[in-house]
Nanobody, 118 residues
Framework: VQLQASGGGLVQPGGSLTLSCVASGIVFGFTDMAWYRQAPGNEREFVALITLSKTPRYVDSVRGRFTISRDNEKNTVYLQMNDLKPEDTAMYYC?????????????WGQGTQVTVSS
């Protein structure tokens, strides 16, 4: 299983970024997909999940600002991040194989860095 995340970068507060994660080695259309993040000195935390039926779930701190989506034809999950805040700065990881009630699956991508700073 490979999860290739991309799209991170440096953005000013209030700005936007879209992360992408291309999956291979799994039956993507039957797999719930998630995003996690980890800031320096912090534990990795759940950000968002989208089920195979495209039901989303978000951590409270990003609800209303982030949108998770998926394209099953492209085996890709996206995280559209708007109104970014400095506290959103972290390494963002793609994750596969969890569920709505237990989002953390067994498969991880390599991470893409998001830095929000003026």
């Amino acid at each position: 299983v490979q999860l290739q995340a991309s799209g991170g970068g440096l953005v000013q507060p209030g700005g936007s970024l879209t992360l992408s994660c291309v999956a291979s080695g799994i039956v993507f259309g039957f797999t719930d997909m998630a995003w996690y993040r980890q800031a320096p000195g912090n534990e990795r935390e759940f950000v968002a999940l989208i089920t195979l039926s495209k039901t989303p779930r978000y951590v409270d701190s990003v609800r209303g600002r982030f949108t998770i989506s998926r394209d099953n034809e492209k085996n890709t999950v996206y995280l559209q991040m708007n109104d970014l805040k400095p506290e959103d700065t972290a390494m963002y990881y793609c994750n596969a194989g969890g569920s709505y009630s237990a989002p953390q699956g067994r498969y991880w991508g390599q991470g893409t860095q998001v830095t929000v700073s003026s």
